[in-house]
């Protein structure tokens, strides 16, 4: 017990000292607030901005959350497709590989085509992103389930369906969580992306018009704003992946 809270002493300690010595070299160095602010403008940017910077934080959010859970739903069937079907494997994963490698950058003037400009091409673009992780860790999860298992299910005249309910999605719990925590960081990239080039509201959006009029101390916060979001997400994840699948953690303290 004392060994993990000295650890998260000292990974707390580490963290605040780098924006000390963010904050140091800035003055030292005398760097203008239009090349690098010093944390402590960002926070004050942050505090006298938050009326305005919280209705592009919560539409961001929303987004995202939107664009993650479809991705989630789509990237868990199409996983269990993939791993349980080798027809699947070979029609469904060569699109999937093509369709992860184009930037998203270059799918958004489609979506705004399609759409309209607004909502919508932020909740696709944060879902295509961050479906191939959670594809393919499910699909590795259920390649990997012991063929011993599927024989002790055979023998009890277990059905496909069975297997895959019974010993497959549980097997591959592990990488459906390692994927949702990967996938939630890109859904905000995704988000992002659409709203700096396709929205009126949003944290990119927001971001775009401050750099425009050189307010880089804004651009910072809502750089602050995101990692904060996407820090809190991740550490919630994690925490429900230690009530879901606790027993497949072999070292404390690695989620």
């Known amino acids: 017990m004392m060994d993990a809270i000295r650890r998260r002493a000292a990974s707390i300690s580490l963290i605040l000292g780098v924006?000390?010595?963010w904050e140091v070299a800035c003055i030292v160095f005398g760097i203008?607030?239009?090349?690098l602010p010093r944390p402590s403008e960002i926070l004050t940017t942050l505090?006298?901005?938050a009326p305005g910077i919280w209705p592009h934080a919560q539409q961001t959010l929303t987004t995202t959350l939107t664009g993650f859970a479809i991705g989630?739903?789509?990237g868990l069937i199409l996983g269990a497709l993939i791993g349980s079907s080798r027809l699947a494997y070979d029609t469904a994963y060569p699109l999937l590989v093509g369709i992860s490698s184009i930037p998203k950058v270059a799918v958004v003037p489609i979506f705004v085509l399609w759409f309209g400009a607004g909502t919508v091409p932020a909740v696709l673009t944060a879902m295509i992103i961050c479906i191939f992780p959670i594809v393919v860790n499910v699909a590795t999860g259920l390649a990997t389930v012991e063929p011993e298992l599927e024989d002790v299910m055979k023998s009890m005249k277990a059905s496909k369906l069975d297997i895959l309910w019974?010993?497959?999605l549980p097997r591959a719990m592990p990488y459906f969580f390692a994927s949702l925590k990967v996938s939630v960081t890109l859904a905000f990239v995704g988000s992002v992306v659409a709203e700096t080039v396709a929205s009126n509201r949003g944290v990119g959006n927001m971001m775009m018009i401050a750099s425009a009029s050189f307010n880089v101390p804004l651009v910072f916060a809502g750089l602050f704003v995101l990692a904060t979001m996407g820090v809190s997400l991740y550490v919630i994840f994690s925490l429900i992946e230690r009530r879901v699948v606790g027993w497949a953690m072999r070292k404390d303290g690695l989620a």
Do not use: G, T
């Open 166 to 168: 019974n010993v497959a």
């Open 19 to 21: 924006f000390v010595l």
């Open 32 to 35: 203008s607030s239009l090349i």
């Open 47 to 49: 505090y006298n901005r």
């Open 72 to 74: 989630v739903v789509v």
